[in-house]
Structure formats: C-alpha cells, structure tokens
C-alpha cells in the first residue's frame, strides 16, 4: 500500500514528489506517456528562477533526478483508471496491467496543446514552432513569426511577441475574432500585427528551422507562401484527463475543479496541480508551486503535517 501516487512527471508531479519525499511519505510517480511534460519540448526557459537559461529537457531531467535523490519512485508507465473502494483505497491501474494500491492521489498530468495535424508541425517543433511565446517569444528579437488562431490566448500570444519580432501575422480561419472586445481591440490597433482573416496554414516549411508557411484561403482556395522565422500555435488545450472517469468535478472545459484556493477535489483523498486544474496560469513556476501545495494539503490528510 503506498502513501502517496503522483500522476504526471511534470514541474507540479515532480515538485510535489520532492515535497511529499522529504516528509518521508516515499512517493510514487507515474510519468505518463510524456516523462517531463511538456517543458520537454521547449528549447529555452528563461522565466524560471535560479536559471537564467536552459533548455527544457535539461531542466526536466534536472527536477527528476532531484526528485529520485530525495527519495521518490519513478515509474516509466502511463495510467488508464482510476478507482476508489469502499475502504477509501485508491486503485490505479497502470497500462502494463499492474495496479497500484494508494491511500492518496495527486493528479499532475498537465493539459496538452491542441495541433493543427498539417505536414511540418511536428517535424519542425522546437525548431521554430512553438506553441508558448511566453517561453520562446525573445529568441525572435528582429524576426518575423505568425500565430495562428482566433481566441484570448491567440491574441494575447500576438501582442506579447510584438515585444520581440517585428512582425506578427496573426490568422485566423474566419472574418471575425472569438476573443474579447478589449483584446480585439488592442491586436488590431497594434501596427506590428497584421491580421489575416479567413486563413488557414495547410504546411510548414523548413529544414532545419522553419523558413515560411503555405496559407490557403478558406473561401476560394487559393494558396500564398509567407516567409516567416517562427509559427506559435495557439488553438487551445486540452486536459489530459481521460483515465479519471467521473470520480472528480469537472468545469465546462474538462480540467479539475479544486476547492478554496487548496488542491483538494471533489472527492476526498485526490489533489490535483498544474495544468490539468481549472483557472491553472499554466506556467512552470506556477504549477510546481501548485505541486508543493499538492503535497502539504496530501500531508494533511495522511496525518503527518
């Protein structure tokens, strides 16, 4: 019977690990199908404290062997369900066929960014295509990037990369943004971005970096070439929270529902950090401050804080 399960191996699933480890609670982490997270993929992080630069997989790597060296348990699996019985025991059933038995469960599996499955994106991630300006934005200093997409986070990725490149076409699939009036309004009067109405990318282009897009016009068809240094993504995310079942609440858009500013859910015993909860920031700072209140709210409830 273990203590504590940790699901996810990102900065909330590993800073809970060394929290919960460090409290002599031996922690088990499931790293899910992604070990690191998504800060795998990022090929610099400049916004996290203590390193003024590193790459992502690096950094990653960093956090689990820190987490291991405290006494953490990594295991290389993904969870398909999860279980309570009425004994208040956490059954989590791995997708090797092994269950793990646990007395709490602390949900840190993070959400995953909606792709546009057109040819180049994938080959060319972390080679000019990003899907965070937070993280990636300053590396294009003088350059020029598109966004693609019509929402809050879309426009919000516009104006924020305006501080770097010196051009920023902004695309869209339709004649009219589903963004906020105020957020529409500050895109469109920013003589940096250039707004591209009924626009689809259907290919990326480059070798070894991105060097342009095909764009297609949605109404006639007719296909254009822009040259551009970096393409950011930003047509949502999506939680990864389909092995929970209905155990937990949930908001409209499918990430947990915590309760009082606490990682605590709807169903006593389980926490839940990071991306994967409603209203996250979705920054690596904010999610490992998440994982280490994961892990006291966990302490509290296994009765050694």
């Given at each position: 019977?273990?203590q504590?399960?940790?699901?996810?191996?990102g900065?909330?699933?590993?800073t809970?690990?060394i929290?919960?480890?460090?409290?002599?609670?031996?922690?088990?982490?499931i790293s899910g199908?992604?070990?690191?997270?998504?800060?795998?993929?990022?090929?610099?992080?400049e916004?996290?404290?203590?390193?003024?630069?590193?790459?992502?997989?690096?950094?990653?790597?960093?956090m689990?062997e820190?987490?291991?060296?405290?006494?953490?348990?990594?295991?290389?699996?993904?969870?398909?369900k999860?279980?309570k019985t009425?004994?208040?025991?956490?059954?989590?059933?791995?997708s090797d066929?092994?269950?793990v038995?646990s007395?709490?469960v602390?949900?840190?599996?993070?959400?995953?960014?909606?792709?546009?499955?057109?040819?180049?994106e994938?080959?060319?991630?972390n080679?000019?295509?990003?899907?965070?300006?937070?993280?990636?934005?300053?590396?294009?200093?003088g350059?020029r990037?598109?966004?693609?997409?019509?929402?809050?986070s879309a426009?919000?990725?516009?104006?924020?990369?305006?501080?770097?490149?010196?051009?920023?076409?902004?695309?869209?699939?339709?004649d009219?943004?589903?963004?906020?009036?105020i957020?529409?309004?500050?895109?469109?009067?920013?003589?940096?971005?250039?707004?591209?109405?009924?626009?689809?990318?259907?290919?990326?282009?480059?070798?070894?970096?991105?060097?342009?897009?095909?764009?297609?016009?949605?109404?006639?068809?007719?296909?254009?070439v822009l040259?551009v240094?970096?393409?950011?993504?930003?047509?949502?995310?999506?939680?990864?929270?389909?092995?929970i079942?209905?155990i937990?609440?949930?908001?409209?858009e499918?990430?947990?529902?915590?309760?009082?500013?606490s990682?605590e859910t709807s169903c006593r015993?389980?926490?839940?950090?990071g991306?994967?909860?409603?209203?996250?920031?979705?920054q690596?700072?904010?999610a490992?401050?998440?994982?280490?209140?994961?892990?006291?709210?966990?302490e509290?409830?296994?009765?050694v804080?």
């Amino acid at each position: 019977m273990e203590q504590i399960v940790i699901v996810g191996s990102g900065p909330a699933g590993l800073t809970c690990a060394i929290y919960a480890a460090r409290s002599g609670l031996s922690p088990t982490v499931i790293s899910g199908e992604e070990p690191g997270g998504q800060l795998t993929k990022t090929s610099v992080i400049e916004n996290f404290p203590g390193f003024r630069s590193i790459d992502g997989a690096d950094f990653m790597a960093k956090m689990m062997e820190q987490s291991e060296s405290c006494g953490a348990k990594i295991i290389f699996e993904s969870v398909k369900k999860i279980e309570k019985t009425k004994d208040e025991v956490f059954l989590i059933l791995l997708s090797d066929g092994v269950t793990v038995s646990s007395r709490s469960v602390v949900i840190a599996t993070g959400a995953s960014h909606k792709k546009l499955g057109i040819p180049g994106e994938l080959e060319l991630s972390n080679k000019g295509v990003s899907w965070c300006a937070t993280c990636d934005g300053p590396m294009y200093r003088g350059k020029r990037v598109a966004v693609i997409g019509g929402g809050n986070s879309a426009l919000m990725e516009a104006i924020f990369l305006t501080q770097f490149a010196d051009d920023v076409f902004l695309l869209h699939r339709r004649d009219s943004f589903r963004a906020d009036n105020i957020m529409c309004h500050r895109a469109s009067d920013n003589p940096k971005i250039h707004i591209l109405w009924n626009s689809v990318v259907s290919r990326i282009v480059g070798d070894s970096k991105v060097r342009e897009i095909v764009i297609e016009d949605v109404n006639g068809g007719e296909k254009t070439v822009l040259p551009v240094n970096g393409v950011f993504i930003a047509i949502g995310t999506r939680p990864v929270t389909e092995f929970i079942g209905d155990i937990l609440d949930f908001d409209d858009e499918g990430y947990i529902k915590t309760q009082n500013g606490s990682a605590e859910t709807s169903c006593r015993g389980i926490f839940a950090a990071g991306d994967v909860v409603s209203g996250s920031l979705k920054q690596a700072v904010y999610a490992a401050g998440a994982g280490a209140l994961a892990a006291c709210n966990a302490e509290e409830f296994l009765g050694v804080r």
